[in-house]
């Protein structure tokens, strides 16, 4: 039976479209979260019939297990931050900070970067995968510089120069990766095609896969926020609308993540040991550069950020050590991760609305001004930095455990210290908020559109730490064999 790929697709541009003709605002917001729970309805058959060990390819389209991975990912974090833009944005309406015309605009910019960041998981083509994560920078680019104000447009182009810079270093990969393949492929019109790629990779040319994956983590990895090409990704999320900073880390990261771990199959197989070096180097880097600004951060978006590369960086390091275990400990972590952090951001989000500041030393008195965010903040920051029954805990636990199976213990030593130091930066900054007194009037932000995301998203963190469903542990499992050449 042919799966219609295309639908997925179709959906959120549809939902564009009738952003731009809604009445108002209001109309402008249903449609997004109307659409956004249509592609979460539409992406799960198709992910469950990849799931079930088969692949829906055909011509322009194909999804595996791995990519199904994103795609639930994407529906899941789309509707939640649909949902929560709702009250976000008519708090800043009410204000006067925007308009019924913004409003829609950033509906249609909303459900734009949604279909962008869905076409790289279902398209066969490296190249053409390459150009949807280059589109999913332009346009939410409009996004992140959607207040206008100088800091928000200074971070745009900021994000615009460096990822574009990035992508093209990327590029450079894809066409060294190719030029390795049309000696073994010839004139195949398929030989940009992942399959193609990942079925010739071990008649390609060390040499040049050795430099074209180079470029592809640096590349890639520019988009994926790893040190030392991260520089972008805190000012992003910390000037962009608070659902976009829910979406830039939990979704738009994983793009990039997907392109490099396509690739580091390939390489797997032409040169092995090659790749894992380098995404372990990258992934400690990453791991320890973070945690050193989230110990001194004083922005909440921008602490929040930090946390996004350092979870990055474990993912990395996780599918470096390469073994079935640490890979299916990264997997865990991708998903265990991208439910946790926007339930941090719309907490902060609510924070930030009602004191009308980032700056975490300005905030005190949470518990009593806000009850409600003060509770999410405190169960979402003790997810995050990986304490039980939370999921975040099983994906760290589990990476860590596959470093010692696979006998780098160094790297298991390493990367628990890292952790301690992230676990000490987010309890220096995060409790003190809830102490004390309100200094001054706090304009608490109501409406079941804010709090339902939240309590969704943690109690989805909450379950996945203390129960995995078994399709959910056959499906990664098999996944991580398939990626670790077990199967």
Not at 213 to 228: A, D, E, H, S, Y
Not at 327 to 343: C, D, E
Not at 461 to 482: K, N, R, V, Y
Request: with cysteine.
């Amino acid at each position: 039976m042919t799966i219609p790929v295309e639908g997925i697709l179709l959906i959120p541009v549809a939902a564009a479209l009738l952003s731009a003709v809604s009445p108002n605002s209001r109309t402008a917001s249903a449609v997004s979260i109307m659409g956004s729970a249509a592609v979460l309805a539409v992406s799960i058959p198709i992910c469950m019939a990849a799931f079930g060990g088969t692949v829906t390819e055909y011509g322009l389209w194909y999804v595996d297990g791995l990519s199904s991975v994103f795609i639930l990912i994407i529906g899941v974090v789309g509707l939640m931050s649909s949902m929560y833009s709702y009250g976000y944005l008519s708090h800043d309406e009410e204000h006067g900070e925007i308009g019924s015309k913004d409003i829609r605009q950033y509906h249609i910019m909303f459900n734009m970067f949604i279909a962008a960041m869905l076409s790289i998981f279902v398209v066969s083509s490296v190249g053409i995968m390459w150009i949807a994560i280059e589109i999913t920078t332009l346009v939410s680019a409009f996004l992140v510089g959607f207040y206008r104000r100088n800091s928000a447009l200074e971070a745009t182009w900021k994000y615009l120069m460096i990822c574009s810079v990035g992508i093209t270093l990327g590029l450079v990969g894809i066409t060294l990766m190719y030029a390795s393949a049309s000696h073994i492929l010839g004139g195949d019109p398929g030989a940009l095609d992942w399959p193609v790629l990942f079925g010739a990779a071990a008649d390609l040319d060390p040499m040049l896969i050795k430099m074209a994956f180079i470029f592809i983590i640096i590349g890639f990895g520019t988009k994926m926020g790893l040190v030392p090409m991260h520089t972008w990704l805190p000012d992003a999320h910390s000037q962009s609308p608070t659902p976009v900073s829910a979406l830039l880390s939990a979704a738009l990261l994983n793009c990039a993540l997907y392109a490099i771990l396509r690739f580091q199959m390939i390489a797997d197989v032409t040169v092995p040991g090659f790749a894992s070096v380098l995404m372990i180097g990258f992934g400690m880097l990453s791991l320890a550069v973070a945690g050193a600004f989230i110990l001194i951060s004083k922005d909440i978006k921008r602490m929040l950020a930090y946390s996004s590369i350092e979870h990055m960086g474990i993912i990395a390091i996780g599918f470096g050590i390469g073994s079935p275990l640490a890979v299916f400990g990264a997997l865990f972590h991708i998903i265990a991760h991208s439910v946790t952090k926007p339930l941090l951001f719309f907490s902060a989000g609510n924070v930030i609305q009602g004191y009308g500041t980032r700056d975490m030393g300005d905030v005190r008195g949470l518990r009593k001004s806000m009850p409600a965010t003060a509770f999410m903040l405190g169960a979402g920051t003790l997810a995050i930095v990986g304490l039980p029954p939370f999921s975040v805990f099983v994906g760290e636990i589990t990476v860590l455990a596959g470093a010692v199976d696979a006998g780098m213990y160094p790297v298991a030593v390493l990367t628990a210290a890292f952790l301690v130091l992230v676990f000490a930066g987010f309890t220096r900054n995060i409790f003190p908020m809830m102490k004390g007194e309100p200094e001054g009037e706090v304009k608490a932000p109501r409406g079941v559109l804010r709090m339902l995301p939240m309590a969704t998203l943690l109690l989805i963190t909450l379950f996945l730490g203390l129960f995995m469903p078994e399709i959910m542990s056959d499906a990664l499992w098999s996944i991580a064999d398939w990626f670790t050449g077990a199967t």
